[in-house]
């Protein structure tokens, strides 16, 4: 009969070992989880490595349709010819399929059509330049021009003083000219009346001096018969400067011996106020003292 093996004796796996194992296991799965980070970059890698390899096929099959290993620019449908980037490259086997000749030539124009627009580009620059130039000189333009028109305001508006201030001293000159006119005339009304004034008081002198020497006799004549003299005299005044030049007590006997009422009126002649006779004859001369004083006057008030 075979023998019996022994086996070792196995503990019995309890509940709670098998939850920590159960744990320990999930916790190492997450650990070995990778990141969003990690996921995003990995497949932005993908993206870029599948794009790149997409690009060097399709390089490649233009390399091979180029070099006329495998042609196939003509099975491209007529609507892709015209777009991005079969367009480019049947003008690069256009040219390249060219004579070299004939590709220098094209290759010339092409050079020459890039040098006009550069030419173009340039000149586009330089109208903007020009038109930037252009819009600054015309704002150098309005602002000088608001400038001049505000000097000129200004100087309208100095004028228009000035104007007045003219005006003015025209006003003023021509008051002055009526005040001169006025003033002459009044120099010579005061010279007249000087005149007149000096006229009268020699006249009143040359009077005064006559009724002298008639106050005289009259003083030596009797009372009686000078009162019938002067009776028949019909200037009362002539007769009351006759009498008040003598003696009060004579010419008191005097106007006893009178008719009353004539009396009566030489007596109403001593109450009238004193005048001077009137001016003789217009005198043609000014006093000395006189005429420096109109003159004196006038250089003032001019």
Avoid: C
Avoid at 5 to 20: D, L, S
Avoid at 147 to 161: A, F, S
Avoid at 219 to 244: C, G, H, N, R
Avoid at 266 to 272: A, D, F, L, Y
């Amino acid at each position: 009969m075979p023998e019996k093996k022994e086996t070792p004796a196995v503990e019995p796996i309890t509940a709670a070992q098998g939850a920590n194992k159960q744990a320990l296991v999930e916790q190492e799965q997450e650990e070995r989880k990778p990141s969003r980070i990690f996921l995003a970059l990995s497949r932005l890698m993908f993206l870029f490595l599948l794009g790149s390899l997409g690009i060097a096929i399709f390089l490649s099959i233009l390399t091979v349709d180029f070099l006329n290993f495998y042609p196939i620019r003509h099975r491209i449908p007529e609507s892709w010819r015209n777009t991005w980037p079969f367009e480019q490259y049947f003008d690069f086997v256009q040219l390249h399929q060219l004579p070299e000749e004939e590709r220098y030539q094209q290759l010339m124009l092409q050079e020459q059509e890039r040098f006009n627009r550069l030419i173009t580009e340039g000149s586009k620059d330089l109208e903007a330049r020009a038109k930037s130039l252009e819009d600054s000189y015309r704002g150098l333009i309005r602002s000088q021009k608001e400038q001049y028109g505000r000097e000129m305001e200004e100087l309208r508006k100095q004028r228009e003083e000035l104007t007045l201030e003219q005006k003015k001293l025209a006003d003023d000159r021509a008051d002055l000219e009526k005040r001169k006119v006025a003033v002459d005339e009044l120099s010579n009304r005061l010279a007249s009346e000087t005149l007149n004034l000096e006229s009268s008081l020699i006249r009143f002198m040359e009077q005064d001096n006559r009724l002298d020497q008639v106050r005289s006799i009259a003083a030596q004549m009797e009372p009686k018969s000078l009162s019938t003299i002067f009776d028949e005299v019909p200037d009362d005044k002539l007769i009351y400067e006759i009498l008040s030049g003598m003696i009060p007590q004579h010419s008191g006997k005097v106007l006893g011996f009178m008719d009353p009422e004539k009396a009566g009126k030489i007596m109403k002649v001593g109450n009238q106020p004193l005048l001077l006779p009137e001016p003789g004859p217009s005198r043609t001369y000014v006093p000395p003292s006189l005429q420096n004083l109109i003159d004196e006057t006038q250089s003032n008030l001019r």
